[in-house]
């Protein structure tokens, strides 16, 4: 079953028993408001949930595009836009194809499976009410996450890699990758069958992009001359700083969907609530991120990074995805602080190891997302840790053999890098054929 069928079967004894709001008073004690409204009203409410959250997200990626467009050097700038639009459009067809069939593919053995290819939508005016929501509501709000996962290799290979090989790696990843690590807890799969807990997807999503993200890294090598023979790092500085903390600004208000619309439900007054709930704590672990990378900075270089502030912010909110509803205000600061300090730590640690992420996606998607990950245990005490433990591991080994078979295929059929002269020159002259910024000298 998948998670929106887990959480309508826990209430269905409730929905059965609907009561209209009452305010009386019996013996000192006032009577609550009913907990659920009627059923077609909780579709519509549920539906809408889906489909705000949905939109949300999917305006997260204006965000990745222009935080991307930002921290990229000006003639990269339209391959980074087209990389963007292009991925989300992929991901869109091919979780429809085949994504999200395996991501819920019903009763499976728990590991991989195919269910219903393509997803098939309801007709014109129907509704199944039984369900809770409208299932285009839910496909259009999964295909959203699942354009998220690919945004992530785009910022950390961007600068050095071909248009057309990226393209097929997200065809891969949307639609097999991706899809295959939903199946296994949101799906109902073994890690929901342990007690693996991630809420809107640390792990899930922002792990799953992240190790694609390594593993092509790796195996992609750095931008030409961004680290010298004597272990000196070059840096290549953004082109446009107020486009990169747009993109930021954007990408957190997209996160209220992401995490918000994620407890899947709005048709009782708990659940609106909670709904609430998410969204200060999903705020409040970015503003951590934020304070925390300025603070560090500031101690570090004697100067603030305002690179590592955004990134400070996003690795805020990557921690607090995975439970964003069980925590308290304070507890949602220290697992966004410390989101923020992973990345000010990581970013240099990835440049000693010589791994260049051009955008800090790595600390951002993967490390703060395991430690998010792990961090439920500190709020949810149902939530077994070997079971979280289990989802990292499982998730780091699966989809970095998966990404690393396909990152070298395409290296060995097509070549994954342009040229040496195409890469100074700039991906928009070499492969895009529109410069972003064609009045600009190149940088």
């Known amino acids: 079953m998948d998670r929106n069928t887990i959480k309508w079967g826990m209430r269905a004894v409730a929905a059965a028993a609907l009561v209209a709001p009452v305010a009386a008073f019996a013996q000192d004690e006032a009577v609550p408001a009913a907990e659920m409204v009627g059923g077609g009203t909780a579709y519509i409410l549920n539906t809408l949930l889906f489909l705000i959250g949905g939109f949300l997200v999917m305006w997260m990626a204006a965000g990745f595009a222009m935080l991307e ?46 269910g219903s290819i393509p997803y098939a939508m309801q007709g014109v005016g129907e509704a199944d009410v039984e369900t809770g929501y409208s299932v285009a509501s839910d496909w259009f709000f999964q295909m959203v996450f699942c354009a998220t996962t690919a945004s992530i290799v785009s910022g950390t290979l961007a600068e050095r890699i071909k248009i057309w090989p990226f393209l097929i790696f997200t065809v891969i990843l949307t639609g097999v990758i991706y899809p295959t690590v939903v199946s296994w807890e949101w799906g109902g799969g073994f890690l929901d069958q342990m007690g693996f807990s991630d809420f809107a ?16 890294a790796i195996i992609l090598g750095a931008r030409m001359g961004r680290y010298g023979p004597d272990g000196k790092v070059n840096v290549f500085p953004g082109t446009n700083i107020p486009l990169a903390t747009l993109g930021t600004f954007i990408l957190w208000l997209g996160w209220f969907g992401f995490n918000g619309a994620s407890q899947l439900a709005m048709g009782t007054v708990g659940d609106v609530s909670d709904v609430s709930k998410i969204f200060v704590n999903t705020n409040m672990a970015a503003c951590a991120g934020v304070v925390v990378a300025i603070i560090l900075t ?130 928009d002259k070499a492969e895009v054929g529109v410069e972003a910024y064609p009045e600009f000298v190149n940088g």
């Open 69 to 114: 467009a930002g921290l990229v050097r000006s003639k990269n700038v339209s391959m980074q836009c087209l990389k963007n639009i292009a991925l989300y459009s992929i991901a869109g067809i091919m979780f429809w194809v085949i994504g999200y069939g395996i991501a819920y593919p019903g009763d499976f053995n728990g590991y991989f499976a195919f």
């Open 201 to 216: 997807g640390s792990t899930l999503v922002h792990s799953t992009g992240g190790w694609a993200a390594l593993t092509g």
């Open 298 to 427: 500031q101690i570090l270089y004697k100067k603030i990074d305002v690179t590592m502030a955004l990134n400070g912010a996003l690795a805020g909110l990557v921690s607090i995805t995975a439970e964003p509803l069980t925590p308290s205000v304070p507890m949602a600061l220290l697992i966004g602080g410390i989101g923020g300090a992973i990345v000010v730590f990581a970013v240099p640690m990835l440049d000693k190891l010589k791994i260049d992420d051009v955008v800090g996606a790595i600390p951002v998607h993967l490390m703060a997302g395991i430690w998010g990950t792990l961090a439920v245990c500190l709020t949810n005490g149902d939530v077994p840790f070997v079971a979280q433990i289990t989802g990292v591991i499982a998730t780091g080994v699966v989809v970095s053999i998966l990404s690393g078979i396909v990152w070298f295929v395409l290296k060995l059929v097509m070549g994954l890098r342009p040229s040496a002269e195409d890469e100074l020159l700039g991906l």
